[in-house]
Every structure is written in C-alpha cells, then in structure tokens.
C-alpha cells in the first residue's frame, strides 16, 4: 500500500522568504509523485510531478521539488513567497496501474503568507 | 478550452434522501476518477472508470455509493440514504492517460455536499 506523510498542517512564512513544504512518501514500488495546489473553493491545480528521469522537478509558478529515493522524499520548494502562493497544497502518488493511476494524497498543508 | 465541471456545486440534503452528483470531463479523456474529500483531509479515492467500464470501485464506503459512466463520457455519482458522515466536497478528475503513464489528473471545482 502507498502512503504520504506531510509534516505540518500549517506553514507560514513572510513574503519573500523561502517556502519548504515536506512530503515523505511509502511505495513498495517506484512511485509517481504529484504536488496540487487548492484555492478555496476550487479544485486541485497540478504544480508538478515526478515520473521518471530528472530528480530535480521544476513546475509552475516558481515551486520546484527533489525526489529523493534514499530519504524517501519529495518536498516542495519556491525561493520567494508571494502572497498569491497562500493555498492548501497536498503532495499524492501514484503507481503505474494501466490507466487506473489512483492519486493517495497526504492531509495537506495550509501555507500562510505574511506580508 | 473547458476543463472539468460538476454540478451542482453545493447540494444540501435530509438525512435519507438520494442525491445525485455529475461530473462533465474534458472531452476526450477516457480515465475517469472520483474522489471524497473531508473537511481538513485530503481527497481520497472512491472509484475509476476507463471509457464506460468501471474498473476499480475499492474506494466506495459502503453499498449506498454507485457511480456509473454510461456513454464513457459524462459520470454520476449517486448516493443513497445519505447520512451525515456523507458530508464532504466529491471531486471528480478525468486524465488522457490509458496506460501506466503518470497521466495528468485534471480536477473541477468540486461538490460540496451537507447532509443535516
């Protein structure tokens, strides 16, 4: 079974200021692996993903993430917080299943924004 | 173009009632997924369709949840009896993908349903 952990249900960080949000995952084989971003009331927008090749992942607005096989990891990284980056983010895997790619999510962490 | 729409966005129901949920994919996508996403969690996986055929259906809590998607396009999710422990926001997905490929989950926005 797969699982994803996400250490810290709330993040904050002031503008500007560099945005690390955790993410381990369990797979007992390689996994796939996702960040979502949530707006209120909104559904989940892709930021990037992971597959295979590049460890270094880069997605939309500036968040990047690192697979690493050995810790087991995937966190998600911006240099500088915007204001427009306050959302609820969960990191997901999945596994190649012909088609069915079912999405395991984490519980997700609210990053908050100071100005 | 249009990305994935559901209706109705909000939907309040007696305990006890039926409800219907409808998901309108983008077009062409034939993986079809529908997830159940509590207050403070994530979503999880309730079930997945390929075209028409409903090919995992592990993730539905009990035999009052059924979905179909009858013509491999528009999906229904169908709750009967509902109870309280129903409420939550059901999010429907659709991808491209056909093969184990990592294909892009497309979201909408989401039903929010409240069960008084």
Redesign the interface.
């Known amino acids: 079974a797969q699982s ?1 952990t996400q250490l810290g249900s709330h993040v904050s960080v002031s503008e500007g200021a560099l945005v690390l949000l955790r993410c381990n995952y369990s797979s007992s084989v390689p996994p ?1 692996l996702f960040w ?1 971003v949530q707006y209120p ?6 930021l990037l ?1 992971y ?1 295979t090749g590049a460890t270094l992942v880069k997605g939309i607005n500036g968040f990047e993430a690192e697979f690493k096989k050995s810790e087991t990891s995937f966190h998600l990284t911006k240099p500088s917080a915007h204001m427009s980056d306050a959302a609820e983010y ?1 990191c ?1 895997v ?15 962490t609210r990053l908050t924004i100071i100005p | 173009g249009a990305g994935v729409s559901q209706s109705p966005r909000y939907k309040v129901a007696k305990r006890g009632q039926d409800v219907a949920l409808r998901c309108d994919p983008i077009s062409g996508h034939v993986s079809l997924f529908w997830y159940q996403q509590a207050l403070g969690q994530g979503p999880e996986f309730l079930t997945y369709f390929q075209n028409e055929a409903q090919l995992d259906k592990s993730g539905l809590p009990s035999d009052r949840f059924f979905a179909e998607r009858p013509e491999g396009s528009v999906s229904t999710l169908k709750i009967q009896r509902t109870q309280q422990e129903d409420s939550a926001v059901y999010l429907c997905a659709s991808s491209l993908a056909t093969s184990g490929g990592a294909g892009t989950q497309y979201f909408g926005p989401g039903t929010r349903l409240l069960v008084l």
């Open positions: 994803v796939y979502y009331n909104q559904g989940l927008q892709l993903k597959t969960f997901a999945s596994k190649a299943n012909f088609g069915n790619e079912k999405l395991t999510f984490g519980t997700g």
